[in-house]
């Protein structure tokens, strides 16, 4: 089948919706998709009665409210299509409007940091009908997942999907003023749209059923770098292997029915690393797809015998994985806010957008690093191969010659162009360059047309970061709105607004290497927020700040802000929690054991030589001994000093202060652990070791 006959066949999208439901039905509720306007139960009613038809004629069984709890992943129960059979025996397949719209799943088993109790159990999940429900096809049958977003009984948001729409709502209200400032008059909705690029790992799944830490926690929590990891660098890019492209070909097609766009794929710096790219959706369909390509890469994983491993850093001393957030505004008639055409200096409504976002992220720099931390996140960011803890734009030649010429004199007058690639070779075509080069290492950088927040963890969902890009440049696009409305002279007042912001917020531009210790230094003298675990970022969640720009636009309540920096020290101390656990599980019944064995069996083999003649030199097999030996009282040692570590921190009253705990005192209990160890791992004989070393993970999938 070719690629437009797969794609979106299992979706419940536009075309099918048009065919299916009558005229005047269809043309309410694209009112609803399209503008926001209020859905009436009676459309609901003939629409669940459509996308039942539809679900059963493909074979499906059950339906379920999909949606997306604090936990990083999405939730589902599934009822089926089953009603009570009727006098003859037989059964009806039922799904009514209510069922469409409603569903109430216990809402004290999922995180709320607080806002529910277990006593207080209703939650309400309702239908969010700007994401199309889809068709999921694996070994429980064939199931309608209706897309959902997850309130308590009191309607305070439990979940990743209700701040997002919030906030997209938000900001398609301030950007819409700014247009209109602008005479545009025919614009009706201005919606964020994201490109998440999906990085991730592939093993060999026997060897990582051999490895407890994979399992229990999602990366090795032992293991020595092996003799070759990324120096060579041929793994970038590099052919794909056979094993592995069997894997990307059914993904593909997996995400395709699915309606998901997957448009790129390539293998990444670090072995066994790749990466997959979507094509760039509104952000809420951007957060569901997302979802659903880390779900769908650990199905069809597990079905080709690998495994699939999203955690940010599974190999210490490799590099890591993350999720580059490519976010832009666009219009529903197709204008994108933040092109700046060829000559970006001309571009006055381009360069106030700027000035927006520039302000948007100086101000709130902490709460974007917030919206970036999770527990894998931590061994990532500011390991040199990611971006630091330090939030700065990146804007590139062009737009920081403009930006220069606005603060230094007012107005703009030239644009750097790109000119042409010169290649020394004739017959190469001759290509136009960009006018701007690229950064890797900065955390948001402008790329042509789009910022890319590559801060964001790879196992991480992008609903958070994305609600906090929409809330703080609305809060932005609203205070220029306030001025620029009542401003006597526009063209006047907007270039003076344009000059105040950039002159204001200049200190969040850096264009230089963002890895290099300089820039840490130079950031703290900018006074730039440096948050480097995420315990320390997560108070930026509940500031007055924060408090003030989420409740002025309906997106957080001050509780549920509360609650959600509850639900991420306790994500940190469960985590962690684990982490220790398993460690000291793998240390006891798995490495000291082994180099027990491995010692033994070297000091028969002394005895033996000795024995057998009293001469013979045994004195590196006596070295060798005498220095496994240590190490392992050394691991010894360790694993009792983590063992009080991780009793004491559990024993900790209040979340804050037992995840401080937990950074403190059991992390580092944790590294001292794991050093010994990870040295007798290249001193013992491979042959007694318990488990698959890096080299076996990374370099045989
Ligand atoms: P790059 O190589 O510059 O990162 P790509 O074209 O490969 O650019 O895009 C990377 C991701 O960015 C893709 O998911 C893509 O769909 C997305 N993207 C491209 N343009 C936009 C845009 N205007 N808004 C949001 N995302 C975009
Ligand atoms: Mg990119």
Known sequence: MSIAEIFGQNVFNDSVMRERLPKKVYAELRKTIDEGKTLDPMIAEVVANAMKDWAIERGATHYTHWFQPLTGTTAEKHDSFVSAPGPSGKTLMEFSGKELIKGEPDASSFPSGGLRATFEARGYTTWDCTSPAFLKEDATGVLLCIPTAFCSYTGEALDQ??????????????????????????????????????????????????????????????????????????????????????????????LWKLGVSAK??????????????????????????????????????????????????????????????????????????????????DNIQFLLVLACILKAVDIHADLLRESAADVGNEHRLGAHEAPPTIISVFLGEQLEDVVEQLISTGSATRSKVGGLLETG???????????????????????????????????????????????????????????????????????????????????????????SDEWIAEAAR??????KSMIDAIPALTTEKSAKLFEKFGIFTRAELASRAE???????????????????????????????????????????????????????????????????????????????????AAQEGTKEKAHKYHDEVVPAMEALRRPADELERLVDRRIWPFPTYGDLVFEV
């Open 161 to 254: 999907k209700t701040p997002l729409l919030r906030s997209m709502e938000a900001l398609n209200t301030q950007a819409l003023r700014i247009l209109r400032l602008f005479g545009n008059t025919t614009s009706k909705k201005v919606t964020p749209m994201v490109g998440p690029e999906q990085e991730y790992f592939l093993v060999d799944r026997e060897k990582w059923l051999k490895r407890d830490d994979l399992i229990f926690t999602g990366r090795t929590l032992f293991g020595a770098v092996p003799p070759k990891a990324h120096d060579v660098e041929d793994h970038y890019f590099g052919q794909i292997r056979e094993r592995v492209g069997g894997f990307m070909q059914e993904l593909n097609t997996e």
């Open 264 to 345: 790129t794929q390539h293998n990444e710096v670090a072995p066994a690393q790749h990466e997959l790219a979507p094509i760039y959706a509104p952000a809420n369909i951007a957060v569901d797809h997302n979802q659903l390509i880390m779900e769908t890469m650990k199905k069809v994983a597990n079905r080709r015998g690998l495994s699939c491993l999203l955690s940010e850093k599974p190999f210490a001393g490799l590099s890591g994985s993350g999720k580059h957030n490519n976010w832009s505004l666009c219009t529903d008639d197709g204008i994108n806010m933040l092109d700046p055409g060829k000559l970006p200096h």
């Open 425 to 515: 070779v004739s017959s190469l075509p001759a290509l136009q360059k960009d006018a701007t080069d690229r950064n890797r290492t900065s955390p948001f950088a402008f790329t042509g047309n789009k910022f890319e927040f590559r801060m964001v963890g790879s196992r991480d969902s992008v609903g958070e970061p994305n609600t906090v890009l929409n809330a703080i440049v609305a809060e932005a696009f609203c205070e220029a709105a306030d001025v620029l409305e009542q401003a006597d002279n526009f063209e006047l007042a907007v270039h003076d607004l344009i000059k105040e912001y950039l002159t204001d917020h200049q200190r969040i531009i850096f264009n230089g290497n963002g890895y």
């Open 526 to 531: 900018r006074g730039l927020p440096n948050n």
């Open 567 to 649: 639900v991420q020290y306790e994500a940190y101390c469960k985590a962690i929690n684990i982490e220790a656990l398993t460690m000291m599980d793998m240390a006891s019944k798995q490495i000291i054991p082994a180099v027990i064995e491995y010692t033994t069996g070297l000091a028969a083999s002394i005895n033996e030589v000795t024995s057998a003649c009293a001469d013979a030199d045994v004195s590196v097999q006596t070295e060798l001994l005498i220095q496994v030996s240590d190490l392992l009282s050394d691991m010894k040692v360790a694993l009792s000093k983590l063992a009080v570590a991780e009793e004491t921190a």
